[in-house]
């Protein structure tokens, strides 16, 4: 076996199978091999420095070409995870055997964020947001030091401070168009804000091209590859993360309407509407566990041998039952349903309405196949109800699609939990993964079948206009609207 | 600070072992470079050039047979650009499409050679199949914006427009879980690296000609004058680095020279400044592109808009004695078109720096063999990556408000109740600033 056996030709093509671009392997295999003899009498003589946890060059090399060629089975695995369960729960638990106690750990753990969950709900409105927001940054952060850990690449110049500045600029964007929103009233009278507004896009973007110039500035020989997927990584991240939570925070705080008249700023904080889909991932997650662990038999997917069929079913079932009946329970109450008013003279909440066409009791007659079974002819039940249906089964149905595309990341990268943040759990990512999807289903189903474009937005638009084009578009409007038979043309005014 | 450490580390290192360089990233650098300084290592490449130039150019030198393959190519490629602007936006759409498919595959070929991966069960397909699923998504929202009378006649079209964002997030779905059920084990790694580099590549090809799309329908000057002013920039740099060229500019490309860049700034500025003034006097150019419904096809006529109406302006007294006039008529859109070219000049080039940082980092020399002499389209457009967003953010914030047209069509497709609601609210503002006042039957 030659030295550098990794490398070489000689023993590579008793390995690696024939493809396309086979001169290009071993004119590399070649080149890393040659590279790897004369950094090693370069380094020789500067080894005293390489001592401790820093990255030296041929290492980083070396390493960089065994990522490209080799295949998952050469990876190194990740020290396992160190035993972060709080003190008390320890010796509260020093008792049970092992299996019992992780279990113990995982359900007071559950128990424990599904408490949080509501506190922060009944809290209100914008303790949502920032719970949303630090959410969002656990979960960049989670993904960002695998990122690192896979390609050793925590030394890289810039690399972190870059990466947190493109959150940064990213965060900017998205929230810079909901928070002006949130905060009308309080905008309006601010010239600096009115400023930041105007020029939103154009801000934001110089902000981004500044990181991308920072960025290309700082590309140092010999990293080039690292850098372009510390880059590359980084942006998919955010793609994912940001963009996510950005839709949650819409599906909450959309329908808001601005009156212009009184300058009350009426919020449609419908509850409902985020804490449906959320609580029936979670539900699901929970249910598909607990029939997989009484009736579990048939193996679902390779990918997460732990899932089984009758988990699927069994959860998908009882998800469609929970949100079917808790969808009825919150559209009782008008906390849940009601527009928020928020009254900027003395900074308090009220609510109080008159509910939604959605979530007003309707007849609905039972089709002809089931009124036999259930000797119903009719059934009284909020439209709001079968919206959950549909969104209940796609958490069960697409759902865990999330779970196993990150249960195959983590297989890819050999890391048992995303992080160490949740005893018993693992991160924060590992909690969210099946919610990855449903932010953007639930705000793509919101968009086509219940609401139209948002009316303020388009408010906003017309009154951005020059007033020629006012006149224009009123006089359109009129005769579109008598048209119609919605305004009576002998209405004056 | 530990940051900075390693990075001087680095540099030291670079400079003990320079004569490995050769092997490492200079391969990558031009050829002719390596020809002027007596070359060290040949670069292998297919030469590619039709047959019919490599005979007309068969005497010559290799070197000024490179600069005349390149010098054709060029000249070609400006006379297709001019050849599609004149036959119109539509063939110029097509255009812009073909070229970002173009753009596309190459960019995933060079994943594929990256990771070997050419082999990987169903990931040609899933990657076409996300381009398309991408496109799909944004050509849609563009088009039922501009044909939106014509989409609203036919029913299937209707249904389509009105459900668009869940057709498409549905089919990226199925993209989705396509890829999860063909993640293969021991190469789970690799398949979500491919994945990864899809959407980046997605990101960077895809949004950008959606944009230049939008700033086409702006009006094709919005389209031609920002294109022309980075292919100016990158010829004229490239000039006066080749006359007076002498500081290097950024060691990623060792060909760019400072008065390359100075030179290349002052040049495209002024270019800008005539191209708009020739440009801003025809109406095909400034009017905004629309589709006529009558005669199923694009119009591009209208009444030119102040922005491109000629204007006087004051010189200040610093430069009225030097040029000698008192007052100049310019169209204001030759204002907008210094920034323009400011741009294009300063941070353009950042595109291409960070294209040849791509190709040192991934060990190529272009991204493709499409274009002799030049390489593939990606090489062409790097400096381009960057333009359409400035030119479409620049027109969002500094131009145009929303399209009145453009916000009716949202206005129809809303409940009477906020119909009516939104039509008082208007209403009140306008008898507010007095447009309407007493008339009420306007």
């Excluded at chain 1, 951005?464 to 038979?485: A, D, M």
Aim: aromatic content about 16%.
């Amino acid at each position: 076996m030659c030295a550098c056996w990794r490398h070489c030709w000689c023993c590579w093509t008793r390995r690696a199978p024939s493809r396309p671009g086979g001169s290009l392997v071993v004119g590399r295999a070649l080149s890393g091999c040659l590279l790897e003899m004369l950094h090693g009498a370069a380094t020789a003589a500067a080894s005293g420095l390489q001592h401790g946890s820093r990255v030296t060059e041929p290492d980083l090399i070396e390493r960089l070409d065994d990522l490209d060629l080799r295949n998952d089975s050469d990876v190194p695995d990740v020290p396992p995870s160190i035993d972060s369960t709080p003190e008390i729960l320890r010796r509260a638990l020093s008792g049970l055997s092992a299996r019992w106690k992780n279990w113990w750990i995982r359900g007071i753990l559950t128990l424990a964020m599904i408490s949080v969950f509501f506190l922060i709900i009944y809290m209100g409105s914008f303790m949502l947001m920032l719970l949303v927001l630090s959410i969002q940054v656990k979960c960049f952060h989670e993904i960002i030091t695998i990122g690192y850990r896979v390609y050793h690449s925590y030394d890289l110049p810039w690399f972190r401070s870059l990466s947190w500045y493109f959150l940064l600029c990213v965060n900017y964007f998205f929230y810079g168009e909901t928070v002006a929103d949130y905060f009308g009233t309080f905008v309006q009278r601010r010239e600096q804000l009115q400023f930041l507004i105007r020029y939103h896009r154009f801000i934001s973007f110089a902000l981004y091209l500044a990181g991308f110039c920072m960025f290309v500035l700082s590309l140092v020989k010999k990293h080039y590859r690292l850098q372009f997927y510390m880059f590359a990584w980084t942006h998919v991240t955010l793609l994912i993360t940001v963009t996510q939570s950005h839709l949650v925070i819409q599906n909450l705080f959309e329908g808001m309407i601005w009156e212009s008249v009184n300058c009350k700023l009426r919020q449609k904080e419908e509850h409902g509407r985020f804490l449906v889909p959320i609580s029936s991932v979670i539900c699901n997650d929970i249910a598909a566990y607990i029939f997989g662990f009484f009736f579990g038999r048939t193996p679902l997917i390779k990918l997460s041998p732990k899932k089984t069929w009758e988990g699927f079913i069994g959860g998908g079932i009882s998800t469609v039952v929970f949100g079917f009946i808790f969808s009825y329970f919150l559209a009782q109450h008008q906390y849940f349903v009601c527009p928020v008013e928020y009254k900027s003279e003395t900074n308090r909440f009220v609510t109080e309405c008159e509910p939604l066409e959605l979530f007003q009791m309707k007849k609905y007659s039972v089709p002809l196949l089931l009124r036999s079974v259930l000797g119903w002819e009719t059934v009284n039940m909020y439209p709001f109800q079968m919206h959950s249906i549909a969104l209940s089964t796609f958490a069960s149905l697409i759902g865990p699609f999330g779970g196993f595309f990150a249960s195959g990341f983590k297989r890819a990268f050999k890391i048992k939990d995303f992080a160490d943040t949740i005893p018993g759990h693992g991160g924060i990512m590992d909690r969210f993964d099946c919610q990855y999807l449903m932010a953007t289903f639930v705000h793509v189903y919101i968009t086509s079948f219940i609401r139209g474009p948002n009316p303020s937005k388009l408010l906003k638009q017309l009154l951005v206009l020059q007033p020629e084009q006012q006149l224009n578009v009123y006089n359109t409007l009129k005769s579109h609207l008598v048209e119609k038979g919605i305004l009576q043309p002998s209405l004056r005014g | 600070m530990e940051e900075l450490q390693f990075w001087c580390l680095a540099q030291e290192r670079l400079q003990e072992s320079e004569s490995e360089n050769k092997l490492d990233g200079e391969t990558a650098s031009d050829s002719e470079s390596k020809s002027e300084f007596g070359g060290s290592l040949p670069v292998p490449t297919s030469d590619d050039t039709p047959e019919v130039l490599n005979r007309a150019l068969s005497n010559l030198s290799s070197r000024w047979k490179n600069w005349w393959v390149r010098g054709i190519l060029t000249l070609a490629m400006i006379t297709f650009f001019f050849i599609i602007i004149y036959l119109g936006p539509m063939v110029l759409m097509m255009i812009v499409m073909c070229v970002q498919i173009k753009c596309f595959h190459e960019i995933i070929t060079i994943g594929y050679n990256v990771y070997h991966s050419y082999d990987l069960p169903w990931f040609r397909t899933l990657s076409w199949y996300f381009l398309l699923c991408v496109n799909y998504f944004f050509y849609g929202e563009t088009v039922t914006d501009y044909f939106f009378t014509l989409v609203q006649r036919e029913e299937p079209l209707r249904i389509l427009s009105k459900y668009h964002r869940f057709i498409s997030f549905a089919l990226y779905l199925t993209g989705f879980c396509m890829f999860v059920l063909s993640l293969v084990k021991k190469h789970y790694r690799l398949q979500f690296y491919m994945f990864g580099w899809t959407h980046v590549t997605l990101l960077i090809v895809v949004t950008q000609s959606h944009l230049i799309i939008h700033n086409l329908f702006e009006g094709m000057i919005w389209f031609i004058v920002p294109i022309s002013c980075v292919i100016c920039n990158d010829i004229m740099a490239y000039m006066f680095g080749f006359f007076f060229g002498r500081t290097p500019l950024i060691k990623l490309s060792p060909k760019k020279t400072w008065e390359g860049f100075i030179g290349g700034f002052f040049a495209t500025v002024l270019f800008g400044l005539l191209l708009s003034y020739v440009m801003s006097g025809y109406r095909c150019f400034t009017c905004p592109v629309e589709f006529n419904n009558d005669t199923n096809s694009f119009t591009v006529d209208c009444e030119p808009s102040e922005l491109f109406q000629l204007q006087e302006y004051n010189i200040p007294l610093v430069l009225q004695s030097v040029v000698g006039w008192k007052t100049l008529r310019m169209y204001p859109f030759q204002i907008h078109s210094i920034a323009l070219s400011t741009f294009a000049s300063l941070i353009g080039p950042f595109g291409g720096f960070f294209a040849s940082g791509f190709k040192r980092a991934f060990k190529i020399k272009d991204f493709a063999n499409t274009i002799p002499g030049h390489g593939g389209i990606m090489d062409r457009f790097d400096c381009q990556y960057l333009m359409a967003t400035f030119v479409n953010v620049y027109i969002a914030s500094f131009i145009r408000g929303p399209n009145p047209s453009k916000l009716i069509q949202q206005f129809l497709t809303l409940r009477p109740d906020q119909q009516l609601h939104i039509f008082n609210t208007l209403k009140a503002h306008l008898v507010d600033k007095g447009m309407l006042g007493s008339l009420e039957d306007a």
